[in-house]
């Protein structure tokens, strides 16, 4: 093995590239976190927001700094000859939930954590599901003791795709949990959009049904626009409605149903204190399912807004100003450490397997941010797994409840 | 009089204050344009954008440039002390018709277009909107004469505001100019909603209007959102309906009309061939009128948009990172010429009246943008009058078209 542990913490710190390079995290054991925390330090030095910025935790003692300029062009250099040892403190920021799930990615993700946990706070989104699906049951006994409605969500599958199955399956247990009815229609891949609709009127007409969804994709045959517009828009939990875009997008107006993935990545900055007024956003990615509501959202919140999509010369230059990152775009780490303001927030949207051979599953699941670069430069960040995924179903229960005290004008 | 001409330029380029200096004004025929262009490349120095940007037309000699970065810091300094003169050339970008016009607002305008022109090329809405005009007139005449239909406009006005009651009859008249047929509603202050409503129900049901117009504000005792969304869709050709912005916001729909001011502000882009792919758009103002319909608009062509407002902690420096500026604000002269890029493209929106002693009405009509200052920036901008305003109304009339157009079937 000729690699030296200065070598092998490169590779490590490239961990964010494509899966082919992840054999080489194998051999980061090799490495104490005090040398990655070391690494993570400099990051922040050559990143070049850095001589306006304070550095409030510092690997090195405050006297050898003399002006932040000097440590900026001639320290780094200096500096990249040895390796300081420091203990690592305070590590205690994550539950111990969300630190198991995490340490079941790898040993790489175990130590980045172990490194960087004093000074980034992990975004913890299953805590945050489980509180509002608690707040959520609660309501809903109210609701049912006082008068006697149980909220009702019906979700309409076609076809027998897996993927889509788990997801049905999912939001039925997640619903049984909260007390909310579900209504099941499975229907096989050869079925008329005629029977789609239909089902769709019966549901519409259902008092007993507050919320409808249809899971998406449908087969190729169906008109995907004609079947989402049939259910009526008081019923329509998803929030996708171009009715309810518009009411999201105008001011002075109100939405029916705020699309639950957006409004999931809005509940967590505001159950983390994050302030959104004032701040520089950028979402990264345009689409009309998380992106454009996302935007939209935090513009009702008085942030100032940048969108970065496809089509953006210079991404990485615009994320690098945001105070608040959502990133939504589905491609594994595409935000490095470099993109990110020190200090800056980040959602991270993204859910992409890629393949990892030291998994069992032959795959693991990664965001649109690399995450090991990003606990370095970020004050707070959510995981992938456990960050946004819980929260979207959590909210859909929230909308399903929502219009069951709207419909049943329920206070 | 005590002031030198250089104090006298100094008053000059800080024309875009408040009106109180605006007596200044008259002293400025000691000026050459001269004088006005080397001052005006002085602030391109000045510019922090300016070491990254080529100077394609320079006041000096291109000899007289070693560096770049010598140029920038000290060069200004030194030529700070003398007056360079050098012939105006190639002034003629503008067409008569608006130099007219503008030299109608005061000598100092007069003055500023001069010493510009031969670097900015100003957008001229009201030839524009006359092209619109004209070809909407043949399209009519090849409609009339081919299914003999006439396309209708239906106008409601309510209550007797003066500025309501001119807007009206301007309307009406670019109707009947355009072949378009006009009908129009005067209704008494105290009317009441149902009487409003009984109208746009009426004309909701008569094919021979195609475009209904409730114009507003309408009287306090009634409910605006309640009347306007009464007006049926296909028939909305402000677009300002919920469902049209929604269908403007997502990707892969298409909005039944496109609000007016914005749809201008994309067409004048348009026609003066400047591109929008890829480019950095900063939209001013996020109102429902303009200011949010223009950012959808401009992300739908694969702008990247920031949207900056009043809660926006960093407006100018926002805005100089934009290649597109679209400013709808309603604040005389907010954006001032640190605020451009050089380069950029402003289009100006804000039509304010301010105080003018030398102007017989008493007041003149400014942008939201520093013309003054802006056009010794700026690549490309719309004057005010005669930028935006022009547009809105041959929008309305293309709306009307297009409504007679779908509701026809006719290509």
Redo the contacts between chains.
């Keep these: 093995m000729a690699s030296s542990p200065i070598t092998m913490m490169k590779m490590k710190l490239n961990n964010c590239s494509p899966p082919s390079t992840a054999a080489a995290a194998r051999f980061l054991p090799l490495l104490g976190p005090h040398q990655i925390r070391f690494r993570s330090s400099l990051a922040l030095f050559h990143n070049p927001s850095f001589p306006r910025t304070i550095i409030t935790r510092s690997t090195f003692s405050s006297s050898s700094i003399i002006t932040g300029k000097f440590f900026y062009f001639a320290i780094p250099k200096l500096l990249s000859c040895f390796v300081f040892r420091r203990d690592v403190k305070n590590l205690k920021l994550e539950d111990d939930q969300t630190r198991i799930q995490r340490s079941k990615m790898g040993l790489i993700d175990g130590i980045a954590a172990m490194a960087s946990e004093a000074s980034v706070k992990v975004i913890d989104g299953k805590k945050v599901a489980k509180d509002v699906r608690d707040e959520i049951n609660a309501e809903i006994t109210r609701m049912k003791d006082s008068i006697g409605v149980v909220p009702g969500l019906a979700v309409i599958l076609v076809g027998d795709r897996k993927d889509s199955a788990t997801y049905v399956r999912n939001k039925k247990k997640a619903c049984e949990a909260a007390g909310i009815k579900s209504y099941e229609v499975c229907l096989p891949e050869n079925s008329t959009e005629e029977e789609v609709l239909k089902y769709i009127s019966d549901f519409n007409d259902d008092p007993m049904v507050h919320g409808i969804l249809v899971q998406l994709p449908l087969p190729s045959h169906m008109d995907e626009?004609k079947i989402l517009h049939a259910v009526c828009i008081e019923k329509d939990v998803d929030g996708f409605?171009?009715?309810?875009?518009?009411?999201?997008?105008?001011?002075?107006?109100e939405p029916l149903f705020v699309p639950c993935t957006p409004k999931g990545c809005i509940e967590l900055l505001h159950r983390y204190n994050v302030e959104i007024?004032?701040k520089?956003a950028v979402v990264i990615g345009?689409?009309?399912i998380v992106g454009?509501p996302a935007a939209?959202l935090l513009?009702r919140e008085?942030a100032?807004?940048?969108?970065?999509?496809s089509?953006?010369?210079?991404p990485e230059e615009?994320t690098r100003q945001a105070d608040i990152i959502i990133a939504a775009v589905g491609k594994p780490n595409m935000v490095r450490g470099s993109w990110i303001k020190p200090g800056a927030v980040i959602i991270d949207v993204g859910i992409n397997p890629v393949e990892d051979a030291t998994n069992p599953r032959g795959y693991r699941l990664v965001g649109d941010v690399c995450y090991e670069e990003a606990i370095k430069v970020a004050s707070a960040i959510t995981p992938v797994p456990g960050g946004v995924g819980p929260m979207t179903i959590a909210m859909l229960l929230s909308n399903t409840l929502l219009s069951a005290k709207r419909i049943n004008n329920f206070k």
């Design positions: 626009e409605h171009p009715l309810n875009i518009g009411q999201l997008a105008m001011r002075g107006r007024k004032g520089k345009r689409s009309n454009m939209l513009q008085d100032t807004v940048s969108i970065v999509h089509r953006t010369k210079n615009i």
